[in-house]
């Protein structure tokens, strides 16, 4: 299948290469949304994918100094009319809290804020001091990694916390916040139905405005990967996963919440929560990347290359895609089938004379993994499933390609995606 959709829809090559020293550029569009990257962590959990480095609090200063010098980089390149959303991940943001007035009224200076501002943590940083500042600095809602509400499955994926103090960071941030996610992983090693329906209960007990469950990833190049061979991770099997992912869609919607991704489910009127991964964006940060007409670029995965590369006054990002129209089209696709609806009307102009890709939506249909719902095309329970495997097989691949370089190279020549 993985070989099919790429033959289907990128039969060129397609690669990063090394940008050539301060030969970064932004076309500038007028309506933006804004990444930062906080690579600290207290502990290195074994199966997360994302690049991180344990905190030290004398690189605090350092990597906050750069981010203020790279906005001031990426301003002085772009004519931009408004930041559109802001979104901090890791890492563990909430590590650097009492910076980001400073960070947030530094880019104030160059961009002018508009949408709302969204972080992600983990229950063992969440205190009382830092939620008010996070609400004094203005953020709109936060997403917590609680994972499990079980001990034996949070120490089997390496959270440094227990169930207890995952449902005290709950409460504790409900007195602040009024849009929560909770992040929930299924799939997990050894778990059972019973297991997840236990998790999945309690999430919806605890009453957030939006759930996030999402299976395990075992990427080669996470720690599980290199340290307990990734053939010894074992995960329920097809069925098994299939009733978690079904459990998962059935309690939610009866439960008065409605799909808003393949795995997250929202109830209330509030914004989703969601990173700033779904049009053109500005990634700030060791390991952030950016993507705006015609380019995706990354920069340095290296905290130290990050930080010595912005204070020599050169520019952070070390590899760059071309975009192409179709790519770019591709990509606007397919976020809309993670978010679940393709507005039709968009979708036709997009991919008017693309047959392929129209193929592939109707063959959605025919297998009963989309339908036509007044001015969108709806993705079903069935689709939602399958979609997320695809992800797995397909869109994750390329990370782990992408990711494994970067993290054991600080400037790649060339990347392939073949």
Not at 83 to 100: C, D, K
Request: hydrophobic fraction near 40%.
């Amino acid at each position: 299948m993985k070989k099919f959709l790429k033959r289907l829809l990128f039969p060129e090559n397609i690669q990063f290469e090394k940008i050539p020293q301060n030969e970064f550029s932004i076309p500038g569009p007028s309506n933006i949304g804004v990444y930062f990257h906080i690579p600290f962590c207290l502990s290195l959990c074994p199966y997360c994918p994302y690049n991180k480095i344990k905190y030290d609090s004398n690189l605090v200063k350092p990597y906050l100094n750069a981010l203020l010098k790279e906005i001031e980089q990426i301003a002085r390149l772009g004519d931009f009319e408004s930041i559109s959303s802001i979104y901090f991940g890791g890492g563990t943001p909430t590590l650097m809290v009492e910076h980001f007035g400073d960070l947030l009224e530094h880019l104030s200076k160059f961009f002018k804020i508009e949408g709302d501002i969204f972080i992600e943590t983990s229950p063992y940083d969440i205190t009382e001091e830092k939620l008010r500042l996070l609400k004094k600095y203005g953020f709109s809602g936060i997403s917590l990694g609680v994972q499990s509400f079980q001990d034996k499955f949070l120490r089997s994926i390496g959270r440094k916390y227990t169930s207890k103090e995952a449902y005290h960071s709950i409460e504790l941030t409900k007195k602040y916040f009024d849009n929560i996610n909770i992040d929930l992983m299924f799939a997990l090693p050894n778990e059972m139905l019973s297991d997840w329906e236990f998790d999945l209960k309690e999430a919806l007990r605890v009453g957030v405005e939006q759930i996030t469950a999402y299976p395990l990833f075992t990427f080669p190049y996470s720690s599980v990967g290199k340290f307990k061979n990734i053939r010894e991770v074992k995960v329920p099997n097809f069925l098994i996963r299939k009733k978690m992912f079904e459990m998962l869609y059935d309690y939610s919607v009866s439960s008065g919440y409605q799909p808003v991704s393949v795995w997250g489910f929202k109830k209330g009127e509030h914004h989703e929560y969601s990173s700033v991964t779904r049009g053109d964006y500005i990634g700030f940060g060791a390991g952030a990347g950016t993507k705006v007409p015609g380019w995706f670029y990354l920069n340095t995965f290296d905290v130290d290359h990050y930080i010595k590369k912005i204070n020599q006054g050169n520019f952070a990002e070390v590899v760059k895609m071309d975009f192409t129209e179709k790519m770019d089209n591709l990509f606007w696709l397919y976020w809309r089938i993670y978010e679940t609806r393709i507005p039709k009307e968009e979708f036709q102009i997009k991919f008017e004379k693309d047959k392929k890709v129209k193929f592939l939506v109707n063959l959605l249909k025919l297998f009963g993994m989309a339908c036509d719902e007044g001015n969108y095309i709806q993705l079903t329970k069935r689709g939602m499933f399958y979609v997320h495997l695809l992800q797995n097989q397909f869109a994750l691949n390329y990370i782990e390609k992408v990711w494994s370089r970067m993290l054991a190279e600080s400037e790649p020549d060339k990347i392939s995606l073949d």
